[in-house]
């Protein structure tokens, strides 16, 4: 019960995610693309950010080879699924599709093209050094907003430019890293600091990518035409 109480009162206790964690800063481009549509992959999202999973056995005991217990054995299989949806596959979208229409290109008028976004390497680096320092004091020093953790997020942006048939015009690949903490009154729990880690990532890349368009704009919308 105690333990319960400590676990329950760090996640009441950590800041929250709110809307300007996982919306881009409104600052359109000097140079507007023309309307484009903004395309994801979501098998690619998916894929980056895993949508939860459950595993399990199934074993046939008793079930062919004669219903012999022993051989049901061999015809054990492994089972995985998705159990729940993973808000940061979203996150992605909305800061994307924001992008698009609100920094890089002009809403409005007929489209001229697309504008794609693909997700490559990602990875979660863990800093070790506040976890003897908490298991030492119980947790104690914790509650004084000593960190729990710190995690380091990488990812690997693409975003494509193609013309309305769909013909590569330009390709922007950028790679950040961001860090957050897992901490009390000032940090983040276990669970939202990977979103936040998340959002940070793209919104960070996307923002380099969306300067390089625009000192490239005039180049791209005489191809996009």
């Not at 890293?177 to 880690?197: D, T």
Request: proline share 3%.
């Amino acid at each position: 019960m105690k333990k319960l109480f400590l676990v329950v009162l760090f996640l009441c206790s950590c800041k929250s995610i709110v809307y300007e964690d996982v919306n881009p800063v409104i600052q359109p481009n000097t140079n507007l693309l023309p309307a484009m549509d903004s395309i994801v992959d979501i098998n690619n999202l998916e894929s980056t950010y895993s949508s939860g999973s459950y595993s399990a056995f199934a074993n046939n005991v008793g079930a062919g080879y004669g219903a012999n217990n022993f051989a049901g054995w061999l015809q054990t299989t492994a089972i995985n699924g998705t159990n729940y949806k993973d808000a940061r596959v979203n996150d992605v979208i909305n800061i994307f599709s924001k992008e698009v229409k609100e920094n890089i290109t002009n809403p409005y008028g007929k489209k001229k093209g697309y504008i794609v976004l693909r997700l490559g390497y990602r990875a979660n680096e863990y800093a070790g050094e506040y976890l003897l320092p908490s298991l030492l004091t119980l947790g104690i020093i914790n509650f004084t907003g000593f960190p729990a953790g710190k995690v380091t997020q990488s990812l690997e942006v693409e975003v494509e430019i193609l013309n309305k048939n769909k013909e590569l015009i330009k390709r922007y690949t950028e790679t950040v890293y961001n860090s957050n903490y897992i901490a009390m009154y000032w940090g983040y729990n276990e669970e939202s600091i990977h979103r936040k880690n998340a959002a940070d990532n793209i919104k960070q890349a996307l923002e380099k990518i969306r300067l390089k368009i625009d000192s490239d704009a005039n180049e791209i919308s005489k191809k996009l035409n």
